[in-house]
Nanobody, 121 residues
Framework: QVQLVESGGGLVQAGGSLRLSCAAS????????MGWFRQAPGEERDFVSA?????HYAGSVVGRFVISRDNAKNTVYLQMNKLKPEDTAVYYC?????????????????WGQGTQVTVSS
């Protein structure tokens, strides 16, 4: 049973940066497809980025966000740059056993509790 704990969220001004971390236990991040999703109030949970043998990004974050993985620390990161108010959401880390349909939340069997990111204008 993989357990995921996110950290690094907070309040930042537009144009600023944050780095989210997702620490895993009970499983090795290199053996899973690791994804980041976000959910704003009243909205669906949207795909942000994923890392498996390659990296994947939603169109809205390409060129601004970078996903990475530190196998030694068993942690996945999401570096978020040039943040915009529309990036405001709760960000969730997730793990999937298979490298398929990485943008689909239902493919992920393990989720963290989420971390709030708020970007002020």
């Amino acid at each position: 049973q993989v357990q995921l704990v996110e950290s690094g969220g907070g309040l930042v001004q537009a144009g600023g940066s944050l780095r989210l971390s997702c620490a895993a236990s009970g499983g090795t991040v290199s053996m899973y497809t690791m994804g980041w999703f976000r959910q704003a109030p009243g909205e669906e949970r949207d795909f942000v980025s994923a890392i498996s043998s390659t990296t994947h990004y939603a169109g809205s974050v390409v060129g601004r966000f970078v996903i990475s993985r530190d196998n030694a620390k068993n942690t996945v990161y999401l570096q978020m740059n040039k943040l915009k108010p529309e990036d405001t959401a709760v960000y969730y880390c997730a793990a999937a056993k298979y490298d398929r349909r990485v943008g689909t939340p239902n493919e992920y069997g393990f989720w963290g509790q989420g971390t709030q990111v708020t970007v002020s204008s």
